[in-house]
């Protein structure tokens, strides 16, 4: 297993710390048989003062790594971020190197650490640490040596819609999601696994001999950060393991029916265990570099983790995360809800097995951050997507234009999988601010059609909007989703929502807080709100546009074709 580490400037910088303050050896917390305990409340090391108490947190998202060391009142004290690489062999493909995956984590930490020794801290007062991953990506990998074998295939990969295709003309399909949460599409990881082992002979080799792990993100970083094939530790938690298609919702163990249904022989295969998102033992504990020995108590979804974040505890509470893509989160209790109107039904998060899971209703779009992304890499907008803003602020409105982002067809609530990106209304009067401000109005109008769904299957109408992520820092954007939907729109003055949520998880394990109302006051200091300030008739009047240019942009993929390239 590799472990890129280098320690030689962080020994050092050890060495000095330990000189200055008394040094907590971590191996005194081992068993009897080897295990780690957890310190109890009252061995607290740093005592009952939240703020010289520290909680790491790995948070591994679609484009990049970060790792951040919160104290326990949720104010970041050092942090750091890597960007990996994207892999884009074919149309439609998106990959990335799982070693990439892990190194970039093991960068983050490292560069981290000398950050937060450098104010004075020691490594011994990180008491835990929490996992946050992008979701649906899908990786293998051989049991006996723990190498990769393929890339991992990311979430918005849309290779498989021809498989799609043929699993929804089999027995039972329309049974899924009411075991599941989760229509029949590109997104879930098990269509991938399915395709990996059907065009892949080194997949269907090691499947047919037994030593095929299978895993999402965080699984993959858990089983490398706990040491590789030596140990063997392979597990996942309830809201990733609902990302799969695997998962019983109710049970919240895998379902023979699902796995018979995808042909998946778990004689076969090595499924990761499924655990709460907060567990103060099953996630085992750090294995080499400045943080070993250190336990890692909490594990989520990026999006159950930003959910989190915005301690959204209650149901009919909801956030929406602006990154690559976008998705809104909505509280719906203990129950699950399927949806009658588009959306998924997932696993919010259960913070302890003593607690029961809370469910949530999803709406994803495919295309938010990455659409910014596209006018700079592509078009030639501006050097820096920050600057989208700028260029938006050139022009007071889109001057008529609609972009239908459908780079990957469109996720919820349409699954219009046909689909492709369009931009209507371009005149000779068209400029680049008008296509910039389409290009964010676009996740915005996708966000109302969400949020309409939600009132719809919940019967509840949301007083407001909690949000965070990249597009979220534009006050441009922001303004227009408040406009747009017509409900006052959150944004926390601290952006490192997804971050913060693994890190109160992983607070919950330890009992660093042991009710919600604990957390009322977290990251609620500065927020900035943004108000309707268009009327509710021009809001529909864009509205009513937007929904005749997402018609329109139906059928641009032949199926016929697209199964001959295929």
Same mark, same amino acid.
């Given at each position: ?255 023979? %029916?699902?796995?018979? /249904? &995808?042909?998946?022989? =778990? *004689? ?7 655990? !709460?998102? +907060? ?97 700079? %890499?592509?078009?030639? /907008? &501006?050097?820096?997507? =920050? *600057? ?7 022009? !007071?409105? +889109? ?168």
């Amino acid at each position: 297993m590799r472990n890129p580490f280098d320690m030689s400037d962080l020994d050092a910088l050890v060495d000095e710390q330990e000189q200055e303050q008394p040094y907590i050896d971590i191996h005194a917390y081992q068993t009897h048989d080897g295990n780690r305990s957890l310190l109890q409340p009252n061995e607290s090391r740093r005592g009952d003062n939240l703020k010289d108490r520290f909680i790491g947190a790995i948070d591994t998202g679609t484009t990049s790594s970060r790792f951040i060391i919160f104290d326990c009142t949720g104010v970041p004290v050092a942090k750091y971020q890597n960007e990996f690489r994207q892999i884009h062999e074919h149309s439609g493909w998106h990959e990335q190197d799982p070693f990439d995956l892990v190194d970039s984590v093991y960068t983050c930490i490292e560069e981290a650490m000398k950050s937060f020794m450098a104010l004075g801290h020691s490594p011994s007062e990180i008491e835990a640490i929490g996992i946050t991953s992008q979701r649906e990506t899908t990786l293998v990998w051989d049991w006996e040596t723990g190498e990769p074998l393929h890339n991992a295939i990311a979430w918005p990969d849309t290779r498989t819609k021809g498989l799609v295709r043929e699993l929804k003309a089999q027995p039972g399909a329309d049974d899924l999601k009411n075991i599941c949460g989760f229509p029949l599409s590109t997104y879930p990881s098990s269509v991938t696994l399915v395709w990996m082992l059907r065009n892949l002979p080194e997949v269907k080799k090691a499947y047919d001999e037994g030593r095929l792990a299978f895993g999402t993100v965080d699984t993959w970083l858990l089983y490398n950060l706990n040491g590789g094939p030596e140990v063997g530790h392979l597990v996942t938690d309830v809201t990733n393991a609902s990302r799969t298609m695997f998962m019983n919702l109710k049970t919240l163990d895998y379902d023979e %029916n699902l796995l018979d /249904f &995808f042909g998946i022989d =778990r *004689k076969k295969i090595r499924l990761p265990k499924i655990l !709460p998102s +907060s567990d103060p033992d099953g996630y085992g504990w750090v294995r080499g570099g400045p943080l070993d020995g250190v336990p890692i108590t909490s594990c989520l979804g990026d999006q159950s983790a930003a959910l989190v974040g915005h301690c959204a505890f209650t149901p009919g509470s909801a956030k929406n995360t602006y990154g690559t893509g976008c998705f809104l989160l909505y509280n719906v209790g203990e129950e699950p809800v399927v949806s009658k109107h588009g959306l998924l039904s997932t696993v919010g998060f259960q913070l302890g097995k003593h607690r029961k899971a809370v469910y949530a209703l999803e709406g994803s779009v495919a295309v938010a951050g990455s659409g910014v992304s596209f006018l700079m %890499n592509n078009m030639g /907008f &501006f050097r820096d997507s =920050r *600057k989208v803003s700028e260029v938006a602020a050139t022009v !007071p409105d +889109s001057g008529g234009c609609v972009f239908v982002t459908a780079f990957s067809g469109l996720f919820a609530p349409y699954w219009i999988d046909d689909a492709k990106g369009t931009i209507f209304g371009i005149t000779q009067h068209t400029q680049r601010g008008h296509i910039a401000r389409a290009t964010m109005e676009a996740a915005c109008f996708q966000t109302k059609a969400i949020l309409d769904a939600m009132e719809m299957d919940s019967g509840h109408a949301l007083s407001e909007l909690a949000v965070d992520g990249g597009m979220s820092n534009s006050d441009i954007c922001m303004q227009t989703q408040a406009d747009i939907i017509q409900i006052p729109v959150e944004r926390p003055a601290m952006h490192e929502t997804t971050a913060l949520g693994a890190a109160i998880a992983a607070g919950f394990a330890i009992n660093v807080w042991k009710e919600f109302s604990e957390l009322k006051n977290m990251n609620r200091a500065n927020r900035t709100t943004f108000q309707p300030h268009i009327s509710a008739a021009r809001s529909k009047k864009m509205y009513n546009k937007w929904s005749k240019a997402v018609e329109m942009s139906r059928g641009w993929t032949d199926p016929n074709e697209e199964s001959e390239e295929e």
